[in-house]
């Protein structure tokens, strides 16, 4: 997808953005009400139901969604764009932007940046547990007979929600937004009419609730937060969908339907307790009169669906972007339609996905087990997101000093609050996101680091690609019939396939290419801006391909654009691809410990082939093999 192909997505009407938006965007977000308020009174926080705990706990979420969603991200994230995209590698890519004199800092943002990363994946694991379990446990009270089939009952639907990523989801996609629609209207029904019959709930809107009970209670209040980050859960997906849909309609779907039908429902839902304490076990379902109750279980399960649907393809998004960056080996990636490129299939992470999901199922049996594990992950990476936007603020746009620090300041306090009780239940489930995203980093990181290593070793050892050629064409080998496409990962060294090459065949083909991708800062590059063919003379050529981070390199692409705009033509069967094949060797050199460099060798082994990466037929391709010491 070009940028200007990109751009007329956004030319669709507002409302019908705004539609989509609420389908994909707020789906995980719109799902807390099954869970929040309910975890918030748990046992294990010894917050007893009166109506002051009441009060203030409901306090403390009306105000923790308007300054951490409604401000921080509707108002202020959303602000940093990377041309018109969002999610946490375009706002890695805006902090290192904005640092003038790149060094430690860089480093520091660039680690901060994938850690954010990596506890995403931590809640991508956990969201469609939590969400799914959580919609069938109301099984438990619309038929109480079936409470034994909530965890089989589960396990179908995440496996026929994984099952069916390899189809794509654009047909079940359209139906997203009306059935999101029709769930929001829902919360906001239900949660008005409790709060007609009890409207001193209404109270709680004043901040003094939330300061006295946090005041009155201290330690178990702090306790309480990390229930309370729960009904923040989605709040990342918000920025990180920004470019599908634009800013306008995120904003208008939020402030207009989102935001107050949220809020209906979880001071409706104290409204309830008020007037019915029993109701705890369940404040949500029991909203509803019983001849409602398992029509909502269903809307409800169908709402998770919904909601995990858009974390996993938010993990394939992140994952094709962490690739272009080069962060994470190559993977296979299918695109699932022709018509829209952001509709993504990574068969290795959908079934590494599903099976950590339903071990994770298994092993917790309940929402309120994982409720524990859900808020880590979703602090860690909105702390994780304050620090990266203050940079910004400062270096990229030039806001003032003061105001970014007075207002980071107040955004931070928060975090460090929601993180600080989140880490509170460490034991209690919270290790769970930090090992995945502590694992997923350390992986990253030997992944980065280690092709830095091959990338020194091989320019050190390299042959400048210019004075070769002249040379090679001053005394030329055997010119032989056809083309070759000799892939490479610099423009200015001689491919090492080129030299295995001319060293064993002793020919050079009559049109031979020097193809290269690259990779730039944003999202979509125009295919006016996308090639650059050099004729170097004597029937070679130097292609330099460039891809925006939201795009995946195809070879057979390029050949047609250069088809297209520099009268070339290429008969498959008449093209051979040369690459290297590279085996990593472990060594004492200077680099890595050794027992991280057989990480990355590993990790290096099990990379996707560049045939299946840059969509090359396997049958005209030639690899050359090469050894790497590191």
């Not at 094709?320 to 990636?333: C, D, E, F, N, T």
């Given at each position: ?6 751009a007329?997505?956004h ?9 989509a ?18 975890e ?26 308007v ?12 602000r ?6 969002g ?17 430690k ?11 954010g ?12 547990a939590?969400?799914v ?7 438990e ?12 009952i ?6 026929m ?11 079940v ?8 629609l029709?769930w ?30 946090m ?32 800013v306008?309609?995120?904003r ?9 039908s ?10 309830l307790l ?22 909502l ?16 393809s ?5 994952t ?10 190559r993977m296979?990636i299918?695109?699932?339609?022709e ?17 950590i ?17 859900y808020g880590l ?20 746009w030039?806001w003032?000093?003061?105001l ?26 919270g ?18 680091k ?13 042959i400048?690609?210019m004075?070769?050629?002249q ?5 030329p080998p055997h ?41 730039r800062?944003?999202p ?24 925006g981070?939201?795009e995946?390199?195809?070879v057979k ?42 990480v ?6 099990n990379?996707a ?13 030639v690899?050359l ?6």
């Amino acid at each position: 997808m070009t940028n200007s192909t990109h751009a007329q997505e956004h030319k669709q009407s507002l409302p019908s953005l705004a539609l989509a938006a609420i389908g994909v965007v707020f789906g995980d977000i719109g799902t807390s009400p099954l869970y929040s308020l309910k975890e918030a009174f748990s046992p294990s926080h010894g917050i007893g139901l009166s109506e002051q705990s009441i009060l203030g706990v409901i306090s403390l979420l009306f105000w923790a969604i308007v300054m951490v969603v409604a401000i921080k991200y509707v108002l202020f994230v959303m602000r940093a764009d990377n041309n018109g995209e969002g999610g946490v590698f375009a706002m890695i890519t805006l902090a290192l932007r904005s640092v003038k004199e790149p060094g430690k800092l860089s480093g520091v943002l660039m680690m901060l940046g994938i850690f954010g990363a990596c506890m995403f994946y931590g809640d991508a694991v956990i969201t469609p547990a939590m969400s799914v379990i959580s919609a069938v446990e109301g099984l438990e009270l619309a038929a109480p007979t079936l409470g034994k089939y909530v965890i089989p009952i589960t396990i179908v639907i995440l496996i026929m929600l994984f099952w069916i990523q390899q189809h794509g989801t654009a047909v079940v996609g359209k139906l997203f937004g009306p059935i999101m629609l029709v769930w929001f209207v829902t919360l906001a029904v239900l949660g008005a009419y409790h709060i007609i019959l009890a409207p001193a709930v209404l109270v709680a809107l004043n901040p003094y609730y939330a300061i006295s009970f946090m005041a009155e209670h201290v330690l178990q209040a702090y306790v309480v937060l990390g229930s309370v980050v729960l009904v923040l859960t989605g709040a990342e997906a918000l920025y990180a969908d920004m470019g599908h849909f634009g800013v306008k309609p995120i904003r208008y779907g939020w402030y207009g339907l989102v935001m107050p039908s949220l809020l209906l429902n979880y001071f409706g839902q104290g409204a309830l307790l008020m007037h019915s304490p029993k109701a705890i076990e369940s404040p949500f379902f029991l909203l509803a009169p019983d001849w409602v109750l398992l029509p909502l279980v269903i809307l409800s399960t169908v709402a998770t669906v919904i909601a995990s649907q858009a974390v996993i393809s938010g993990a394939y998004s992140l994952t094709s972007q962490a690739i272009q960056l080069g962060y994470v080996p190559r993977m296979k990636i299918l695109h699932t339609s022709e018509l829209a490129i952001g509709q993504i299939y990574i068969p290795l992470v959908n079934w590494m996905l599903l099976f950590i999901i339903l071990c994770i199922v298994i092993g917790f049996k309940s929402s309120e087990n994982l409720a524990a594990a859900y808020g880590l992950a979703v602090t860690a990476t909105m702390f994780v997101t304050t620090i990266l936007v203050s940079v910004v603020m400062v270096n990229l746009w030039g806001w003032n000093r003061w105001l970014v620090g007075g207002m980071i300041a107040v955004f931070l306090i928060i975090d460090v609050g929601f993180f600080g009780a989140s880490l509170l239940k460490i034991e209690q489930g919270g290790w769970l996101p930090l090992c995945i995203g502590g694992a997923l980093f350390f992986l990253l990181m030997t992944w980065y680091k280690g092709r830095m290593i091959v990338k020194d070793r091989t320019a050190a050892d390299g042959i400048p690609l210019m004075p070769f050629l002249q040379g090679l064409l001053a005394h030329p080998p055997h010119r032989v019939s056809g083309t070759a496409i000799y892939l490479t990962g610099s423009d200015s060294l001689v491919p090492v396939s080129l030299l295995h090459n001319l060293k064993h065949n002793k020919v050079l083909h009559e049109r031979t290419i020097f193809m290269n991708f690259t990779t730039r800062a944003i999202p979509y590059v125009d295919d006016a801006h996308r090639m650059d063919v050099k004729d170097i003379g004597g029937g070679l050529f130097l292609v330099k391909a460039a891809y925006g981070f939201n795009e995946t390199p195809d070879v057979k692409a390029v050949l047609e654009q250069i088809t297209r705009t520099h009268a070339m033509t290429f008969e498959l069967m008449d093209t051979s691809f040369f690459m290297a094949r590279e085996t990593v060797v472990p060594t004492e050199l200077l680099g890595m410990s050794v027992w991280r460099e057989r990480v990355f060798a590993w990790m290096h082994q099990n990379a996707a082939k560049p045939t299946d990466f840059f969509s090359i037929p396997a049958n005209r391709v030639v690899e050359l093999g090469t050894k790497i010491e590191i």
